[in-house]
């Protein structure tokens, strides 16, 4: 197992984040990127069908094409929509499953590992309000019973992330606060619940620029928000969480899932069709 120096398992202790570039191999996001890609494809071609599109804008990289094609249609949600926020699919499964992020997760936590059931596929646009997240704990978000689980945290950017292009900026030891009062409607589109600047606890504001294949790590009572997007391209991005699989996650409604343990090897989730089946009985308990 590589993980984390004892140095920097300190480090992320102690300051309740980390910059942690190559940890993992950059090409292990190419079949997200794909799979991303797809989407967009099917997307447009029903788009283009329906005479909402003109140009499909097959060519333009990865990085631009999304902000082209939102800014050809009159209702651009519906495609965004198409690649944000929970996305359970083969290629980010294999993400949260990857054994380098693991190996991180254990050196913080130990062998016993929950991928944590809230994490996000971010596309921040360009010159967009609504993409740029306020000063906030991660547990801001969360029920409180999950105050006392030690989360582990990963920023990843799927572009290389820049301080011009919206990374993420921390407060260091801003760990130690306890769980602040959120409120709603903050942000300069407000649509995010955030922190007020009174609320703030001092400590240097630390901008986490990283590289593809590195991941900033924070903890979920860390406060940290992430900057306007003033480029010229999107600033992909996932951010998913990690906890011991004994204690409350704080999204009691939905599950996540095993995805290391040496106590139950057995209750292991192997696929991404078990994920999903594991999420779809959860909520039909839930209906029933
Ligand atoms: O990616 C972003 O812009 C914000 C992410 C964030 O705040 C989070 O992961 O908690």
């Known amino acids: 197992m590589a993980g984390l120096s004892s140095e920097q398992v300190s480090k992320f202790r102690e300051e309740g984040f980390l910059l942690f570039e190559d940890a993992f191999e950059a090409v292990a996001l190419e079949p997200l ?158 649509n995010f619940k955030g922190l007020e600047d009174d609320q703030l606890p001092s400590g240097e504001r630390a901008m986490c620029p990283v590289r593809q294949g590195g991941v900033v790590l924070l903890q979920h009572k860390t406060i940290h928000r992430s900057v306007p997007n003033v480029s010229d391209h999107i600033r992909w991005s996932l951010d998913l969480r990690y906890s011991d699989p004994r204690l409350p996650t704080g999204r009691d409604e939905v599950p996540g899932f095993i995805a290391r343990s040496a106590e139950t090897p057995e209750q292991v989730c192997r696929s991404v069709e078990q994920w999903q089946s594991i999420v779809e009985a959860s909520s039909t308990a839930a209906g029933a």
């Open 33 to 190: 990127r794909i799979e991303l890609t797809q989407r967009i494809d099917n997307w447009v071609e029903k788009g283009i069908a329906e005479g909402l599109l003109s140009d499909p804008l097959a060519d333009l990289p990865f990085h631009q094409r999304l902000s082209a094609l939102a800014e050809q249609l009159e209702h651009p949600e519906p495609l965004l929509g198409q690649v944000h926020g929970k996305l359970r699919t083969a290629a980010m499964f294999d993400i949260l499953t990857n054994p380098d992020l693991l190996d991180v997760v254990e050196s913080v936590i130990g062998p016993e590992i929950l991928a944590h059931p809230q994490f996000n596929l971010r596309a921040k646009l360009p010159h967009q309000d609504a993409g740029v997240v306020p000063w906030h704990q991660d547990l801001g978000y969360l029920e409180a019973d999950a105050e006392e689980t030690f989360m582990v945290n990963f920023w990843i950017p799927l572009v290389d992330a820049t301080p011009e292009n919206g990374c993420m900026e921390v407060i260091a030891g801003s760990h130690r606060a306890p769980l602040i009062a959120h409120a709603a409607g903050m942000g300069p589109a407000g």
